[in-house]
């Protein structure tokens, strides 16, 4: 990976291992004239997530939760071919999976804790419908005589 910007960090100090990023290249399709039907500019990037040794056990068991719907075999893929060159593909291709392990292993949020409403605030509730209420009842024809 000469001249790439990484390491990508995941979160912390966790960063996707160069060693356990697999490349593969294809022609992109879109525009581009000749020069796209000349060069693998498409790019995708396979993760084993499930054999990582770089993640800590929690993240890992999170991630392959999370992203069960994304793995084929444990291995979590994402394509870059937004760019004209290779080089931009794999930047971007690169971004996206880190960006995407970023989401999966983050801790869940926190459960919501209920509050109860104030005995003040439901009685003045009460109270204010009851004068609406009699407001009303005095236009009622009725009360004309």
Do not use: C
């Amino acid at each position: 990976m000469d001249g790439m910007s990484g390491p990508y960090l995941i979160r912390g100090s966790v960063s996707l291992p160069e060693a356990e990023l697999m490349w593969r290249f294809s022609r992109s399709s879109g525009p581009g004239g000749q020069h796209v039907n000349t060069t693998d500019s498409q790019v995708e990037l396979r993760f084993d997530l499930a054999r990582t040794e770089a993640l800590p056990a929690v993240w890992k068991q999170r991630a392959l939760r999370r992203l069960a719907g994304r793995l084929t075999d444990g291995v979590v893929s994402v394509r870059a071919s937004e760019h004209r060159s290779q080089f931009r593909n794999r930047e971007a291709a690169a971004v996206r999976l880190a960006a995407l392990l970023a989401e999966a292993t983050a801790p869940p949020p926190r459960p919501r804790k209920p509050t109860r409403i104030p005995r003040g605030i439901n009685e003045r509730r009460l109270r204010e419908k009851k004068q609406r209420s009699e407001t009303k009842r005095g236009r009622s024809p009725k009360n004309w005589t």
